[in-house]
């Protein structure tokens, strides 16, 4: 598979704060790659890095096998499009002018417009001034702004932020389509649960580093985060079937007929075991460890790590 873009041992510092860590990362082509992390994680840093916008103190970035800071800057940056975290456009102009003036930018055809405003949905807006745009439908032009000169690399930072969610499914319904028409696609974002149904890969910063990157089984591999078991029993049996069941099985929800365990892999079968043993259950499903599991498990001990002097 091809490497479009790649981050190799990356570090970036300003002044006394290490924003990156000796991060490594590639993005292969016809991915949608996740960039998880909480604020301050260094996901804009990485973005920026790509944009050629900043360089690393250490370490290489390429995109398409070129400097994107290097003699080459204006012709890699036209080969991505990109989303800023805040949208902020001039609310007198027009979505028609504003697409203009960015294809004049990136030295695209103007004719295309049209159909990428109509692409995100709000074609019939074209000619309204942006101060009457809704959050969503700002979000969408930004979107469409990415897409000008059709890109073959798209950085969305934070895409779904501040949006509804039906506006968020349609961010993430235009993400689908860009990645099954062969674009690479990177996703900043805290939403861990909403994309990790809609992205190839994930890589979960924290503080600066890299704590895992991969498909979500491969990092599900790589750690062992804790399965997610949710039990319906018969009403005022909770207490009854609680007591049956191993330590190891943490109840994190409790209700008169329901309940919900956190259980580490290995205690699983023996959890599993206790609980068709005590009689009182219905129903039961148990889930795999999602993004936000593994996210929680790899940055515990990162931030007991970091809290050490
Ligand atoms: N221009 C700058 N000057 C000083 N420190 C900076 C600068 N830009 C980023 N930082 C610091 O670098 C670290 C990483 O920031 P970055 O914006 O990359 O994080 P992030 O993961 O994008 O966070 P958020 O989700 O809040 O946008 C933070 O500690 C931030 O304060």
């Given amino acids: 598979m091809t490497v479009v873009a790649e981050w190799s041992a990356v570090t970036k510092r300003y002044g006394a704060v290490t924003a990156l860590d000796r991060v490594s990362l590639p993005l292969m082509a016809g991915e949608a790659t996740a960039l998880v992390g909480h604020n301050g994680a260094g996901k804009t ?3 920026k890095l790509l944009l050629g916008l900043i360089r690393p103190d250490e370490g290489s970035v390429r995109v398409g096998g070129t400097d994107p800071a290097g003699l080459s800057a204006v012709q890699v940056r036209r080969t991505i499009g990109f989303l800023p975290e805040s949208v902020a456009f001039h609310g007198a102009m027009t979505g028609r002018e504003l697409m203009a ?3 004049r930018l990136k030295g695209a055809p103007i004719r295309r417009n049209a159909e990428l405003l109509e692409r995100v949905g709000i074609a019939h807006a074209a000619h309204r001034r942006l101060a009457t745009y809704s959050k969503g439908m700002r979000q969408r032009l930004g979107i469409a702004q990415a ?3 059709e ?3 798209l950085l ?3 895409p779904t932020s501040g949006l509804d969610p039906a506006s968020r499914r349609d961010v993430y319904e235009m993400v689908d389509r860009l990645r099954r028409s062969g674009a690479t696609v990177l996703i900043s974002t805290h939403a861990l649960d909403e994309v990790q149904q809609r992205v190839d890969r994930a890589a979960i910063m924290h503080g600066g580093r890299l704590l895992a990157a991969g498909t979500l089984s491969e990092l599900r591999h790589g750690v062992t985060a804790e399965v997610r078991i949710r039990l319906q029993v ?3 049996s909770t207490a009854a079937v609680l007591a049956r069941l191993p330590p190891q099985a943490r109840c994190t929800e409790r209700s008169s ?3 919900t365990l956190l259980v580490a892999p290995q205690a699983k079968m023996a959890t599993l075991r206790a609980i068709a043993q005590a009689g009182e ?3 039961l499903d148990v889930t795999a460890p999602g993004l936000q599991e593994l996210y929680n498990h790899l940055v515990g001990p990162a931030q007991e790590e970091g809290e050490a002097p």
């Fill in 147 to 149: 897409l000008i000169g």
């Fill in 234 to 236: 018969r009403t005022c």
């Fill in 45 to 47: 840093t990485l973005i």
């Fill in 257 to 259: 007929t329901e309940l």
């Fill in 281 to 283: 259950v219905e129903d």
């Fill in 156 to 158: 969305f930072d934070e």
């Fill in 101 to 103: 003036f960015y294809a």
């Fill in 151 to 153: 890109p073959r690399l």
